[in-house]
């Protein structure tokens, strides 16, 4: 078997595995930076608590469309989503809970629902469609949705960007020169709805935040400069992505699992090897010298 056979082949053979390859290129771009600035504002459990909350909304669009429709179950994931980073938000301000308490709240009952409606009114194989994703199965309607997604997030990245590393690091700072925090943290639920979304659709919902947070924990062991971790970040997102899919074709494993798995080694890879890795507090080093 020759190297164009094991990397090139099963892309120039197959449509379907062209589009999940061009899915996972767009899922890393987009979902690999809102993956590090959710670890900069220590955000990363909310964010998988989100990506179980899209599900009631995704599953009501199962419903209204009767069947598997990604762009039915996308616009209700994102409605769900939005709601209960919005929800979850006023009961924070409005009661002695804090906001990850009240995400934790909202997501247990937005997880337990949406696994109801599926169970009430699909089969057990939607079910595993909806939880685990069908990446393979992406079409043309659904590929230009998630291009659509990481357009807009790149875009509004840059539009953003200041005040939103503004208010990572320094929130007080923002509010005593007038900026608008709450507007922009908004904006960040929003944009991390709208990739959790795009990641359900491939991912479904139990691993729909992996390329978000892996991608962001390994960039963070190699650099310290923010810029170069969301390039890091997007760029281990989109390689294992291809590394899982070629991983999947050959070995016969499920392709979702198995890009996760390989951003998981990856990043086991970082902790041992990388400068803020277990490694370098075992490698002894030299003595300034006069």
């Keep these: 078997m020759t190297a164009y056979d094991i990397f090139l082949a099963p892309f120039a053979d197959y449509g379907f595995m062209r589009r999940a390859l061009i899915a996972c290129l767009c899922l890393g771009l987009g979902s690999g930076p809102i993956g590090v600035f959710l670890m900069l504002r220590r955000m990363s459990l909310m964010g998988d608590a989100m990506s179980h909350a899209v599900l009631p909304g995704a599953a009501i669009g199962y419903l209204i469309a009767g069947s598997l429709s990604l762009t039915a179950m996308g616009l209700g994931g994102l409605v769900a989503g939005l709601s209960v980073a919005l929800l979850s938000g006023l009961v924070s301000r409005m009661t002695v809970l804090q906001e990850d308490a009240s995400f934790a709240s909202f997501y247990l009952t937005s997880l337990a629902l949406g696994v109801l409606i599926v169970s009430l009114r699909g089969s057990n194989i939607d079910l595993l469609h909806v939880l685990f994703g069908t990446i393979l ?154």
């Excluded at 790149?154 to 923002?174: K, T």
């Excluded at 810029?227 to 999947?248: E, F, R, V």
């Design 137 to 290: 199965a992406i079409d043309a309607p659904a590929l230009y949705q998630i291009g659509a997604i990481t357009t807009v997030t790149l875009l509004a990245l840059a539009v953003i960007y200041r005040p939103l590393v503004m208010e990572c690091f320094d929130p007080g700072f923002l509010r005593a020169v007038g900026g608008r925090g709450p507007v922009y943290h908004f904006l960040f639920l929003l944009l991390v709805v709208l990739n959790l979304v795009a990641s359900f659709q491939a991912l479904g919902t139990l691993m729909a935040v992996g390329l978000m947070m892996l991608p962001a924990a390994i960039a963070q062991l190699w650099s310290r400069s923010l810029p170069a971790m969301m390039t890091i970040a997007a760029a281990t997102a989109t390689a294992s992505g291809y590394i899982g899919l070629i991983a999947s074709y050959h070995l016969e494993f499920a392709s979702g699992p198995t890009i996760i798995i390989t951003a998981s080694l990856i990043y086991g890879f970082s902790i041992l090897f990388a400068p803020s890795g277990l490694a370098r507090r075992f490698i002894p080093r030299p003595h300034l010298r006069g």
